[in-house]
């Protein structure tokens, strides 16, 4: 929106033009996501406190738990919020991808959103029906995975590349949409299950988002791509934007979320987040390395797995609870201990995933 601005005021005065570079776009993005959340976050959660719109914590986990009941929840609005207005205000809007992201991160949305409501609002245990929920994930997003198919200018932009092996290249054709299509629901729901401690979610998916924001940028550069052999795809750099503004909602996010937490997340946040982090990788054709940066929300989805399989087949479990963190809590480390580990793993795994750009 603001691109259109500067775009005409530079017949008036050339010094607009310096709002068409990327970076200073992604650098504002970042600034308005983040004093957005900063400034709505106290309104948002005294919102969240007058409606009683509140956490309910399950009576089998960690005792330590048991104190965040009633801490306001679906504090993922806020985070949404700033990441759609600083994305209208600062990407240009004639770009596809941007568009695409945006409508997927806020289908995910409505759906946490909806899931959220009856739980907190309607007081329905359940929330929304787990068949009801993986329904519409998986109708948005077979649309996103058609478009993207549909839409695709090169062979390249429906292809499967191989970090690390730049010679080991893998064409989907329509294949692509089943990729994609586990891709974005599998993240979201993976964002989603890490959603258990304060700010344990939020970190991992700001430093993941960061990352990818790189990969944008020089995939959607013809001559950065060429010389670190990754995939040239035409007008992805533009999501550099929204990824600065993911960084900069989920900073301001973790202002409040941060232990011990004023609000939560909730599956608006979360469900929403996810899905975004896995339509960008995609769209980059970065999947491989989205689930190696991503390991802590791949690590938290296999132990579920892992301990309802066994349990299904044994009797037995394998964790004392999952998702994983849980079972570091019932070991007896202290939640902040738990959060921050998580962190600095992400941090290890985000760089070798940066790493891969140069190890061809």
């Not at 985070?79 to 695409?100: E, F, G």
């Not at 809590?329 to 580990?341: A, N, S, T």
Request: contains cysteine.
């Amino acid at each position: 929106m603001l691109l259109l601005l500067a775009e005409y005021l530079q017949q008036f005065y050339k010094g607009f033009a310096v709002f068409q570079y990327l970076t200073l776009r992604g650098i504002l993005s970042v600034l308005t996501a983040l004093v957005l959340a900063l400034w709505l976050g106290p309104w948002m959660i005294r919102t969240l406190q007058t409606r009683q719109i509140g956490q309910a914590v399950r009576d089998d986990g960690p005792q330590s738990h048991l104190s965040k009941k009633g801490t306001p929840t679906m504090g993922g609005a806020l985070i949404l919020t700033s990441i759609a207005i600083s994305t209208l205000l600062w990407a240009d809007l004639a770009n596809r991808y941007v568009w695409v992201v945006l409508a997927v991160t806020l289908a995910f949305g409505a759906i946490g959103w909806v899931d959220d409501y009856r739980k907190v609002i309607e007081k329905n245990s359940r929330g929304l029906p787990s068949r009801w929920k993986y329904f519409w994930q998986s109708v948005f997003g077979l649309c996103a995975a058609l478009f993207l198919y549909m839409t695709a200018q090169s062979p390249v932009e429906t292809t499967l590349i191989v970090p690390l092996l730049k010679d080991v290249t893998l064409p989907l054709g329509v294949g692509f949409v089943v990729l994609t299509y586990f891709v974005i629901v599998g993240s979201s729901n993976a964002v989603n299950l890490t959603d258990g401690l304060d700010g344990l979610a939020i970190m991992p998916t700001v430093l993941v988002g960061g990352a990818l924001g790189i990969f944008c940028y020089l995939s959607g550069h013809a001559a950065f791509a060429e010389y670190l052999l990754i995939p040239s795809v035409p007008g992805a750099g533009e999501l550099i934007v929204f990824c600065a503004a993911m960084v900069g909602a989920g900073l301001g996010f973790l202002w409040f979320n941060t232990y011990p937490a004023q609000v939560f997340m909730g599956d608006v946040g979360a469900l929403a987040l996810g899905a975004a982090l896995g339509t960008i990788a995609v769209i980059v054709r970065q999947e491989i390395v989205l689930a190696i940066m991503g390991g802590v929300f791949v690590m938290e989805t296999l132990s579920v797995v892992i301990q309802v399989a066994s349990f299904k087949l044994t009797g037995k479990r394998v964790f004392r609870m999952a998702p994983i963190h849980h079972h570091f809590e019932l070991k007896g480390w202290p939640e902040p201990r738990v959060i921050v580990r998580f962190w600095i793993i992400t941090v290890i795994l985000v760089l070798i995933g940066l790493a891969t750009l140069k190890l061809r």
